[in-house]
C-alpha cells in the first residue's frame, strides 16, 4: 500500500473551503438575482420580506451551478440619446451603466486642441474611428512646468504585472518625455502615467477646454464631488474599485476598456480575495453602512503584488480553473470607450479599467451626485 503523501494539515481542506466559498457566494448571487426577478421584490426591501426569508432557507445542494458556465461578456447598452430627460430616465434614476455617444456641439474642445488624431488633424469632428492620436506637442510644452501627480511603475521584460509602484507630484515634462521615448510602439520597463489629477488644479486654459458635462450639472442635484484628468500611454490600468458617487467617464483621446459589476458581486469577489489572502480588513476602508468593503484606491497593495494579481486574473484573465474566474465573467458588463465617447458608472458599481491600442490614451470623469 502506497505510504500517502504528508503535508501540512488542513491545508488541502483549507483551500477547497476557499474555492467553495467562493463558488457559493456568486451562486447564491446567482439565485437571489432570480428570486427577486421571479417575485418582484425590491432588493432594498429583503431585510424585511419573504424573500428574505426564502433566501435564509436555501442550502448549497440547490447552487444554480449549471447556469454559470462561461460565456462571453455582456456588453454595456448604449444610450438612446445624449438628452438630459432620456439619460435621467434610462440610466440616473434606476442606476445602470450605459455608454453614451456624444454629438459634435457637446465635444469638449480639449478633444480637437489637446491631441492630433491621425489623418484628421484638420477636421472639425471627432466621432469618426482613428487608429490612434497624439499628443499636440506644441500646446502641451507651454504647460510643461506644471505640477501633476504621476505614477512611476516599473516591469520586468514581457511582464504585465509592475513590480514597484510609486505616486508623486512632479512637473509635466517628466510625462511629455516619457510620451515622446515611448513614440513608435517602443516599449520600456518604467512606465509614467498622470493619474486622477483634480481638473480644478489645470492650468485655467485647459480647465476652459475642458467644461463640466451638462449631463452632470442637471441630471442630479448639481452637485459635482470632483473630477479627474487621466493621461498616458497604453498599457494603463486601475485596478477594481468602487466609487462613492455616480461617475460620468469620458474618452479624449485613445482607447479604454472597462469591466463592471454590480455592487453585489463585486463584494463576492473581493470577499473571495481577501479570504484567500487572509488578510480580510487590510487596506480597506467603510464607504458607507451599505457598502462596507473597498479597495484603498491605487494605493500600492493594489497596484502591485498578489493581490493585484488575483484581482486581475479574477476581472481579466481567460475563463479557465486556474483562474476561477468563469461564474465571475458571467456577471460582468464591458464597455469599450473611444474618444469623443462616455460612459456612466453607478454608484457602488464595482470597476476596472485598461487603457489599450497605440497612440496615447486620455479620459476625464466626473463624480456627481
Not at 51 to 67: G, H, K, N, Q
Not at 117 to 130: K, L, P, R, V
Not at 324 to 343: K, W
Request: aromatic share 8%; proline share 7%.
Amino acid at each position: 500500500m502506497p505510504k500517502p503523501q504528508m503535508g501540512k494539515p488542513g491545508t488541502a481542506r483549507r483551500k477547497r473551503d476557499s474555492s467553495s466559498y467562493y463558488h457559493l457566494c456568486i451562486s447564491y448571487i446567482a439565485f437571489r438575482e432570480q428570486v427577486i426577478r421571479m417575485t418582484r421584490i425590491p432588493l432594498w426591501s429583503c431585510r424585511h420580506s419573504c424573500y428574505s426569508r426564502l433566501c435564509s432557507t436555501w442550502r448549497a445542494p440547490y447552487a444554480p451551478y449549471t447556469i454559470l458556465q462561461a460565456r462571453s461578456v455582456a456588453t454595456v447598452p448604449m444610450l438612446s440619446s445624449w438628452t438630459i430627460d432620456t439619460f435621467r430616465k434610462e440610466s440616473f434614476v434606476p442606476q445602470t451603466p450605459v455608454a453614451l455617444a456624444m454629438p459634435d456641439q457637446s465635444l469638449p474642445r480639449a478633444l480637437t486642441k489637446w491631441f492630433v488624431h491621425e489623418g484628421t488633424e484638420n477636421s472639425s469632428s471627432c466621432t469618426q474611428s482613428f487608429r490612434h492620436s497624439e499628443l499636440n506637442s506644441s500646446f502641451w510644452e507651454v504647460h510643461g512646468n506644471s505640477i501633476v501627480p504621476l505614477e512611476i511603475t516599473e516591469s520586468a521584460s514581457g511582464d504585465e504585472s509592475p513590480t514597484t509602484f510609486e505616486r508623486i507630484n512632479a512637473p509635466l515634462n517628466l510625462l511629455l518625455a516619457h510620451i515622446e521615448r515611448t513614440s513608435g510602439g517602443k516599449q520600456l520597463a518604467q512606465s509614467v502615467y498622470l493619474a486622477q489629477h483634480d481638473l480644478r488644479d489645470l492650468p485655467q486654459p485647459l480647465q476652459d477646454d475642458l467644461p463640466t458635462p451638462c449631463l452632470v450639472k442637471h441630471a442630479g442635484n448639481g452637485d459635482l464631488y470632483s473630477s479627474s484628468l487621466w493621461l498616458g500611454r497604453p498599457p494603463t490600468y486601475t485596478p477594481l474599485h468602487r466609487d462613492p458617487n455616480p461617475n460620468l467617464f469620458m474618452q479624449l483621446a485613445g482607447t479604454k476598456v472597462i469591466r463592471l459589476f454590480r455592487p453585489e458581486i463585486g463584494d463576492a469577489i473581493f470577499d473571495h480575495t481577501a479570504n484567500v489572502l487572509n488578510q480580510a480588513g487590510v487596506g480597506r476602508h467603510i464607504l458607507s453602512d451599505h457598502h462596507p468593503r473597498s479597495a484603498t484606491f491605487r494605493g500600492e497593495e493594489m497596484m502591485t503584488g498578489r493581490e493585484r494579481s488575483m484581482l486581475h486574473d479574477l476581472v481579466w484573465g481567460q475563463p479557465s480553473d486556474k483562474n476561477n474566474n468563469s461564474a465571475v465573467l458571467q456577471h460582468a458588463q464591458e464597455a469599450m470607450v473611444e474618444h469623443g465617447h462616455a460612459l456612466f458608472i453607478p454608484k457602488g458599481w464595482w470597476h476596472s479599467v485598461k487603457g489599450v491600442g497605440d497612440g496615447v490614451t486620455a479620459s476625464a470623469n466626473w463624480w456627481f451626485r
